[in-house]
């Protein structure tokens, strides 16, 4: 940079110098000042590292429990570098932990973890999504009988179903204890519905038809192929005591037809 | 100057008054809802209520109706070479129109380009390219905003060598040209002044006084293992006194001028913030008593 860099280019190799790219002229264009240019460019990747992998910890406590302090600042810097922010409100950073944790050679023996972040996530969307009031149960009721078969149940936008190969309910419980104790990883895999109760997150484990019915709703699925779905899995499946469920936790939302 | 447009107010309008207010963290949100401390305004952070729904945004509800409300941007990266960012901008403005803040702000920095986010208040180079540019954005957001625009200075912990314009000129220049109004940060005037050698006074005597329409001021840390000083706006501690006095000095520069106590890194129970406030409400009295 013999000459003055214009600002676009500045800002391109700013950005690139900070997720560790070597070899740009940026130097040249920082005064030193009685530093090292470098050095002064370093303070700004230090902050923003430390604020990025902050925004990971407030994110994936339970992630940062099972692996310790070490693990996780190694897992955060290389995530940083790889999946790069992409929106000005660091809420929306780290969507795709769960995803680099699958593939991170060294949480191999770990191979839980990945769901782990899946859940942490869906925490933190079901946090943020919209409000909706719920659908009053008579609503339904009122409904001709051969009309259910078409109807469609819109659930509350915060609900999220966390399906996994592991214990994932098991591990999030023994994450949230302070005394240690063993946990047994080789348990059946789980399901969690996640989703806002009064304004605070709840969770609960979902199995058998129960959560092959809300997985179906979820998906937008009628009401009778969604039954039939659940009765497949579950021949004991009860929809009546299902939906009332549903209802009671203010997670119906709506009703349309197919 | 823009006035906002809105048919039917959900909230009274409550200005912010020429007071000390604090920066409204979730950490204090509890406690501020249950106790409704008497602090005469707050302030938070926009991108912290871009949400759809949910706890954030009706606690903001319910602080919005008991206090007047600053919304202090972070993220939109006004100085960003590439286009502006629109979905940013239409989330803020969806914001606004929903809590009516009294004021909203956002920083004279970059954060962002091509796509690409670093999440922090970058310095920007001081030319006839960057002033024409931030012009340009301050407008353009200002009447899709619908808002007049308060923009912060910011602490920097480098200098570029073709920068030509000093910082106090460059941002002087920026609220002539765009219209838009100044949030002094006595903090960030004081960490420059020390970690590129200026005259903090001279900065102030150089801010054109009616444009300054809110102060911030919050503590600093010095980073240690360096050959020169360098210190770092942490927001982490307590004003410092060599701030306090230059508190002093812009107030009597500017007048009196709404001044929030701003604390992000080991924030300390609401009390200690209270009394932060209250130490800058003495002084902004003093000024008050001159003024009478």
Same mark, same amino acid.
Request: aromatic share 8%.
């Given at each position: 940079m013999n000459t003055a860099p214009s600002l676009h280019d500045l800002q391109t190799d700013f950005a690139r110098w900070m997720l560790g790219e070597h070899g740009l002229s940026l130097p040249e264009a920082v005064a030193g000042n009685g530093l090292a240019p470098a050095a002064r460019l370093q303070i700004y990747q230090n902050i923003?590292?430390?604020?990025?992998?902050?925004?990971?910890?407030?994110?994936? #406590?339970?992630? $940062?429990? &099972?692996v310790g302090e070490d693990f996780f600042e190694t897992a955060a810097a290389r995530y940083i570098r790889g999946y790069p922010s992409r929106s000005g409100n660091l809420q929306d950073y780290g969507a795709a932990f769960a995803e680099f944790l699958a593939a991170m050679p060294e949480a191999a023996t770990l191979p839980y973890l990945s769901d782990?972040?899946?859940l942490e996530w869906a925490r933190q969307e079901s946090y943020l999504a919209a409000d909706a009031a719920p659908l009053d149960a008579a609503a339904l009721a009122s409904l001709p009988e051969d009309q259910h078969a078409r109807l469609c149940l819109t659930l509350h936008?915060?609900?999220?179903?966390?399906?996994s190969a592991h214990p994932i309910w098991d591990i999030w419980k023994?994450?949230?204890?302070?005394? #240690?104790?063993? $946990?047994? &990883?080789?348990?059946?895999?789980?399901?969690?519905?996640?989703?806002?109760?009064?304004?605070?997150?709840?969770?609960?484990?979902?199995?058998?038809?129960?959560?092959?019915?809300?997985?179906?709703?979820?998906?937008?699925?009628p009401l009778a192929a969604a039954h039939k779905s659940a009765v497949d899995a579950d021949p004991d499946f009860d929809l009546t005591a299902c939906l009332h469920w549903l209802f009671s936790i203010r997670l119906v939302t709506g009703c349309s037809f197919a | 100057m823009y006035l906002p447009v809105s048919s039917q107010p959900a909230f009274p309008a409550r200005p912010v008054p020429a007071q000390a207010g604090i920066g409204l963290r979730p950490a204090h949100f509890r406690q501020v809802l249950d106790e409704h401390p008497p602090v005469p305004w707050l302030e938070v952070h926009s991108e912290n209520f871009f949400c759809a729904g949910g706890e954030m945004l009706q606690t903001l509800d319910a602080v919005r109706r008991d206090?007047?409300?600053?919304?202090?941007?972070?993220g939109l990266s006004l100085g960003s070479s590439h286009q502006l960012n629109e979905q940013h901008l239409a989330k803020l403005r969806q914001l606004i129109r929903r809590v009516e803040p009294a004021l909203v702000s956002e920083h004279l920095c970059w954060g962002a380009v091509d796509g690409r986010h670093l999440n922090d208040l970058l310095p920007l180079p001081y030319t006839e390219e960057s002033l024409d540019l931030m012009v340009g954005r301050v407008t353009a957001a200002q009447e899709f905003l619908e808002r007049t625009l308060l923009l912060e200075n910011v602490s920097?912990?480098?200098?570029?060598?073709?920068?030509?314009?000093?910082?106090?000129?460059?941002?002087?220049?920026?609220?002539?040209?765009?219209?838009?109004?100044?949030?002094?940060?006595?903090?960030?005037?004081?960490?420059?002044?020390?970690?590129?050698?200026?005259?903090?006074?001279?900065?102030?005597?150089?801010i054109p006084k009616q444009t300054v329409k809110e102060i911030h001021l919050?503590?600093?840390?010095?980073?240690?293992?360096?050959?020169?000083?360098?210190?770092?706006?942490?927001?982490?501690?307590p004003v410092a006194d060599a701030v306090?006095?230059?508190y002093r000095l812009a107030l009597s520069h500017c007048g009196l001028v709404p001044t929030l106590i701003e604390w992000d890194r080991d924030i300390p129970p609401l009390h200690v913030l209270l009394a932060e406030a209250a130490k800058a409400e003495s002084m902004l009295h003093e000024y008050r008593a001159l003024a009478a």
């Open positions: 923003i590292f430390n604020n990025l992998t902050a925004a990971l910890r407030t994110d994936y #406590p339970a992630v $940062l429990k &099972l782990v972040a899946r936008p915060s609900l999220r179903l966390v399906e023994f994450c949230q204890e302070t005394a #240690p104790r063993r $946990l047994n &990883l080789s348990g059946e895999g789980q399901a969690l519905m996640v989703w806002r109760e009064a304004s605070q997150l709840a969770m609960q484990p979902v199995a058998g038809g129960q959560r092959k019915f809300v997985a179906a709703l979820l998906c937008g699925t | 206090y007047p409300i600053s919304l202090h941007g972070v920097t912990y480098l200098t570029y060598r073709h920068s030509t314009i000093p910082e106090a000129e460059f941002i002087a220049a920026l609220a002539a040209r765009s219209g838009c109004h100044i949030l002094l940060d006595v903090n960030n005037i004081y960490v420059n002044a020390a970690n590129h050698g200026y005259d903090a006074e001279k900065y102030i005597h150089a919050a503590g600093f840390t010095r980073k240690q293992g360096l050959p020169v000083e360098l210190l770092i706006d942490s927001h982490s501690r306090w006095q230059l």
